[in-house]
């Protein structure tokens, strides 16, 4: 007669020290009845999806930011009025509106430059 035991995630997390142990995997150890604990003949695994698994991509909407700056707006490699300027954005001119997250310095794009720009001149729009 065999008997089946069920060990949990963290106990084998112990005994294996494996980035395996991260996901919520039940193990099922089958032995015959008189043979010790200690002893195992077959492993089974039964596995759950990972809660580290990376979540499916949201449908957000592209949003865009046009400057309304009087004359210029730079952008920068920080969000911080004395980091470098990357480039000289004139009024007018529409970018892409990465993060508005901080809401003094705004993350935007413009072509293939990624930097930070001040919010007060910039004005959300749809692209």
């Known amino acids: 007669m065999q008997s ?17 142990c991260l996901s919520t995997t039940e193990l099922f150890v089958t032995y015959p009845a008189d043979t010790p604990t200690a002893i195992k003949t077959t492993v089974t695994a039964v596995s759950s999806p ?8 949201s ?6 930011a046009v400057i309304s700056a009087d004359e210029a707006l730079h952008m920068r490699t920080q969000a911080g009025a004395t980091s470098q300027v990357l480039a ?3 009024r007018g001119e529409v ?9 003094d310095w705004w993350l935007i794009k413009r072509g293939d430059l990624v930097g930070y720009a001040r919010s ?3 004005e959300k729009s749809e692209c």
């Open 4 to 20: 089946t035991r069920k060990l949990s995630s963290f106990f084998l997390c112990l005994l294996f020290l494996s980035l395996a």
């Open 120 to 122: 007060k001149y910039l």
């Open 95 to 103: 970018v892409t509106l990465l993060s508005s997250a901080n809401a």
């Open 88 to 90: 000289f954005m004139k």
């Open 59 to 64: 449908e957000s909407k592209t949003q865009c």
């Open 50 to 57: 990972s809660p580290l698994a990376p979540l499916p991509k």
